[in-house]
């Protein structure tokens, strides 16, 4: 189904990424990972407000104290207000690794941030999905990836969504949500190779799954069984993130990239690295507060 698709934000972002709604603020909060920044943006004013850093920030999630934890080159670090310095969380597991920085992520319900990491040169098979519970503790979950990507949880809690986008694969596994551990381990669905990875997803209330397809210019919803049941086309051939706002959670939001990208490339495709947007008929999911 073809759907109107908006420039929401004209960003012409490096590498624009991790899109998170923050339904107190009705702002989208969204990185460029290659410029180091972290922004806020308002679509009612259309003003982004904009936040450099000493490292790259991959991701974040919102905390439940206010604030944000960021996952960042070497680490975590928490970061008590939009004005703050981020102070770190927790071991700083990359430091001194100069191929491997965290990715993305995504909290539980239980308030747990799950977050993976990518090896940039993909020289190794190093990259790994990791659980941060609220005390700062990082417990590996699971490896041998290039880049670990799409996280995201149900309504529920207990099915859980990723993949190493290189292979392809979208994962999906089942959850323990008191316990905070993954089994079942299965492919949903494996995208044709030369057409677009899966990248950045979300979850919506009725249970599917949207994935954004780098260099496959589209965004794609997925039934529980893996069944591609929409296609968004986009005018940029890099969606990296997509993640639903607005008052309803009824809007999509969709981050993407420019770098990596030709001059011919573009020349076609002159809204690269724009924050994208178009409305859906089933609301998207409020993000889970981080408890630590």
């Known amino acids: 189904m073809t759907r109107p698709v908006s420039i929401a934000l004209d960003a012409r972002a490096s590498l624009g990424e991790g899109p998170r709604w923050h339904g107190g603020e009705q702002r989208l909060y969204w990185v460029d990972i290659d410029a180091r920044e972290l922004h806020r943006f308002d679509p009612a004013t259309g003003t982004d407000e904009v936040r450099r850093f000493d490292q790259p920030v991959a991701c974040f999630a919102f905390r439940k104290a206010g604030g944000l934890i960021l996952a960042m080159k070497d680490g975590l670090a928490l970061l008590e207000d939009w004005d703050g310095t981020p102070v770190p969380f927790g071991n700083q597991i990359f430091a001194g690794k100069c191929d491997i920085r965290f990715n993305d992520g995504r909290t539980d319900p239980a308030g747990r941030f799950w977050v993976g990491s990518v090896n940039m040169t993909k020289s190794a098979r190093d990259a790994a999905l990791y659980r941060v519970d609220p005390d700062g503790t990082i417990s590996w979950v699971e490896g041998d990836m290039l880049t670990c990507n799409g996280a995201a949880f149900n309504?529920?809690?207990?099915?859980?969504?990723?993949a190493d986008t290189p292979s392809h694969a979208l994962r999906g596994y089942d959850v323990d949500p008191v316990a905070g551990t993954l089994s079942g381990r299965r492919i949903v669905h494996q995208f044709e190779q030369g057409k677009g990875r899966p990248d950045g997803g979300s979850f919506d209330a009725e249970g599917c799954y949207w994935s954004a397809l780098f260099d496959g210019g589209r965004v794609v919803?997925?039934?529980?069984e893996g069944e591609?049941?929409?296609?968004?086309t986009l005018p940029a051939s890099r969606p990296t993130m997509i993640a639903f706002g607005g008052a309803d959670l009824r809007t999509a939001y969709v981050t993407t990239a420019r770098s990596g990208l030709s001059d011919a490339d573009l020349a076609a495709q002159p809204h690269a690295g724009a924050l994208f947007s178009f409305p859906v008929a089933v609301p998207g999911l409020p993000e889970p507060p981080f408890a630590g």
């Open 221 to 224: 919803r997925l039934s529980p």
């Open 155 to 162: 309504a529920e809690g207990t099915v859980f969504r990723h």
């Open 228 to 232: 591609i049941l929409q296609t968004v």
